[in-house]
């Protein structure tokens, strides 16, 4: 029963029907204001789906929905939104917050249609009389904005100062930065699926707005066992699609990742990651190599309940963490504080141990009920141009790996670095850092086929290389390194025109004309890595599948031919730590599919 | 201008000024004041328009903000007095008397926010809310999306998606993305 009001309500509104109307006759034809807050339009090639006018809608009047033609895919969730005008009150918050601008009002304000489905629609795909219309609604550039635009610079030390030794020259977010930056992220989530690791990053990064490091760290661990390595030197994919960086700069995903890890103290982590009376089940994993892929696949185990023994060839654990990339971008302390979290479960590696010599595949294969091998790319490669072969000529990861060792390296005045991708970009500024150390001055050229546009190594890798007074000259090929008398004199080099064909393969055009030469008394070849597998003996290669390009064939969970290897990391994926740990993470589930079923 | 913004600061003891433009000023006033400002302008100094009667929430304070425009025709200036009341048992000193059409204002005022305005003309009657028994919807503390949640059904067929959730489901639906942890019973 309702109410009496309820009922005689009605009654009350008919006593206006004698009464003069107090409105005016609708203005139809009236052209609205130019800024006039009428239908929305949408870009729908600009528009990547984030989700951000659906969020801030009071209203509820935004659905986010799969439509035809658009595909998710990297950077774009393949979803577009829909407005239900029934609900819609044309406050334009949506417009306000869009992150990629792509969606206005227009002015248009009459519509009429007996349908009332068709007063719900996407904007810009459901075709409009409005679309075109220049006038409306736009979000009024610059300064109004719901978020800052530029990210909270990164404090670090002058190129000056860092120039003269390894000491890490990113310093880290304070509390205050780090809630700041935390707080530009709008939580759409597009990230993620950039993530080869699909880390729960507006997750972690909502730990930090809401100052609870603890459930950050939790978040972390659920898909990155290296938490402070990867803090430092991702390579960060996920930055390059965050919705922000379409109209300002993408959130500093990794520097929030790092500002986690070095807030939590190390003796602290058991007891917030809840990490006490761990299962064992009693069976026996054996991995090979202690890098991303190999930590990742034994943490992963040992948090399942399997005994979890790593052997690795170099005196300590990371793997190219530790001897391929320099200390000034990731110090040991940061690896050995991730590592050593690990090993505080159980996990034990064996230093010092070459398999194929000090154990074979094979023994290992009888001795544990599965096996990962996660061997990387350690091997530098020639270009083969002549000269070559000369002694004073070197591969960077071998030098980087003899700096790591504490070795001391070989070193002149004049080198010059051929590769442009960040391990050349790491070679060239660790050898500037020791030039300056011994010489008092840098003279190091860093050269590539490539131009500048289009060179692999990350772009702040380059800056800071020619802040610290390295020179990179990209967009030359070398023809040629002269010698006399066995010693180097320089390298020459080409123009190069193009690195790729029209199919995408690797075929650089050369203007022979166009030459050039640069005077140096040692080179350093950077421009690829190779795995090395001669831990698999010719009857064991037998019996794996092998890719065209040589690369052991895995299927989705990194198993081999050989049921019980298992194999992942830069052997399989190229190099890459996040992929590394990825596929750890991925083979671990799939080593215990496989033993289960057993 | 300025003479006058000055002579009123003295006559009224105005407690805030702030020039929103060269032909718009904000002035704030104790509420005991406020009509007599008003009607000083109008009466004295040309402002024959009444713009406009507005009501701000500020709910954490415990006052509403009335804010009367007021704008003179001839010097093409708008003054706004602003004025703060109590949330609690709102009521204000009627100026209907003043222009016709603040009648409207305040019925509108007494519906939206549940403020008095005594000896204004049918300020009991229903303004635009028929048959309204909630508290008034433009109180901050009515929560606009329970009341239409409980009002109005939902209309059908409407379906959202989350764009990270439908972005496993599209790109990596085996990936894991939480840590498989097996623990002894404690």
């Known amino acids: 029963m309702g109410k009496l009001k309820d009922i005689l309500s009605p009654f009350t509104a008919w006593g206006g029907v004698i009464k003069d109307p107090v409105t005016i006759k609708n203005p139809i034809g009236r052209p609205a204001a130019p800024r006039y807050r009428g239908f929305h339009k949408n870009e729908v090639d600009v528009c990547i789906g984030c989700g951000s006018c659906e969020a801030i809608c009071e209203n509820e009047a935004i659905d986010l929905v799969p439509v035809e033609g658009i595909k998710a895919k990297d950077g774009d969730s393949g979803l577009r939104p829909m407005v239900d005008y029934g609900r819609c009150c044309w406050c334009a918050l949506c417009v306000d917050v869009c992150t990629t601008g792509s969606l206005t009002l227009s002015d248009e304000y009459t519509w009429v249609s007996e349908n009332a489905d068709e007063f719900r629609y996407i904007p810009g795909l459901d075709k409009k009389d409005w679309d075109k219309n220049e006038n ?206 690990i090993l505080s479960l159980g996990v034990e590696i064996k230093y010092n141990v070459n398999i194929g010599t000090d154990i074979t595949l094979e023994d290992l294969g009888k001795d544990f009920d599965a096996v990962f091998a996660g061997t990387g790319l350690h091997l530098g490669r020639s270009t083969r141009v002549p000269g070559s072969d000369n002694k004073n000529v070197y591969f960077a990861t071998d030098l980087l790996r003899e700096i790591s060792l504490g070795q001391e390296v070989p070193l002149t005045e004049k080198i010059v670095v051929i590769g442009g991708g960040n391990v050349a970009m790491d070679i060239t500024r660790s050898l500037a850092r020791l030039q300056n150390i011994k010489y008092g001055k840098v003279d190091i050229l860093a050269t590539c086929l490539e131009s500048e546009d289009i060179m692999p190594a990350d772009r ?66 950077s421009i690829g890595q190779g795995m090395d597998l001669s831990y698999l003996s010719d009857e064991f290669k037998e019996n794996l599948r092998f890719s065209n390009r040589g690369r052991i064939e895995v299927d989705d969970y990194f198993q081999s031919g050989i049921d019980w290897l298992f194999v992942g990391g830069d052997i399989i994926q190229g190099s890459d730590v996040i992929h590394g740990i990825a596929n750890g993470h991925k083979a671990a589930i799939g080593i215990d599919n496989f033993l289960m079923k057993k | 201008m300025k003479n006058l913004i000055e002579r009123l600061h003295i006559k009224y003891s105005l407690t805030d000024i702030v020039n929103q433009r060269d032909n718009f000023v904000y002035l704030t006033i104790r509420k005991e004041n406020a009509i007599d400002l008003v009607t000083y302008l109008k ?144």
């Open chain 1, 460 to 525: 702040e890798e380059v800056v800071e290389a020619r802040e610290e007074l390295a020179i990179v000259d990209p967009g030359w090929g070398p023809k040629e390194i002269e010698t006399e008398n066995e010693k180097i004199k320089g390298l020459h080099v080409v123009k190069c025109l193009s690195v790729f064909d029209e199919n995408k393969a690797f075929n650089p055009k050369f203007d022979e004309e166009n030459k050039k030469f640069f005077v140096a008394d040692m080179i350093v070849e």
């Open chain 1, 136 to 341: 409306g609604w736009k979000k009024p550039e610059p300064n109004y904005e719901f978020y800052s635009l530029d990210r909270v610079k990164m404090p670090e030390l002058h190129a000056q100062e860092r120039g003269q030794s390894f000491i890490e020259f990113i310093t880290g977010y304070s509390k205050q930065q780090a809630e700041l930056e935390a707080d530009r992220c709008v939580e759409c989530g597009i990230c993620t699926s950039a993530c080869p690791a699909h880390m729960g990053i507006p997750e972690y990064i909502k730990a930090i707005r809401n100052n609870d490091l603890e459930e950050g760290l939790r978040i972390l661990y659920e898909t990155n066992p290296l938490p402070e390595i990867c803090g430092r030197i991702c390579t960060h994919k996920c930055e390059s699609v965050c919705t922000m960086g379409h109209k300002g700069d993408p959130i500093s995903i990794r520097w929030l990742k790092r500002y986690i890890a070095d807030q939590n103290p190390s003796e602290k982590y058991k007891e917030i990651l809840n990490a006490e009376n761990l299962v064992d089940n009693g069976k026996k994993i054996a991995i090979i190599g202690a890098g991303p892929a190999g930590l990742s696949t034994a943490y992963y185990l040992k948090l399942m309940g399997y005994q979890c023994t790593i052997f690795e060839k170099l005196p300590e654990a990371g793997g190219m963490m530790r001897y391929g990339i320099p200390e000034y971008r990731l110090p040991y302390d940061q690896i050995d504080k991730d590592v050593n979290y």
């Open chain 2, 43 to 186: 009466d004295y100094e040309g402002f024959s328009h009444f713009v406009l009667l507005s009501c701000v929430d500020w709910i954490e304070d415990g006052k509403f903000q009335l804010s009367y425009f007021l704008n003179q025709p001839n010097k093409k200036f708008d003054i706004a007095i602003r004025t703060m009341i109590d949330r609690e048992n709102a009521e204000m000193q009627s100026s209907h008397h003043l222009w016709k059409h603040i009648e409207t204002y305040q019925r509108e005022l007494r519906e939206m926010y549940g403020i008095n305005f005594p000896k204004n003309p049918r300020i009991e009657e229903n303004f635009i809310l028929e048959g309204w028994d909630e508290i008034p919807p433009m109180r901050r503390e009515f929560d606009t999306k329970r009341y239409s949640e409980k009002t109005f059904f939902p209309r059908e067929g409407r379906k959202t998606y989350d764009p990270a959730t439908y972005m496993k489901d599209k790109l990596y639906p085996n990936a894991p993305i939480t840590a498989k942890v097996n623990k002894k019973d404690e």
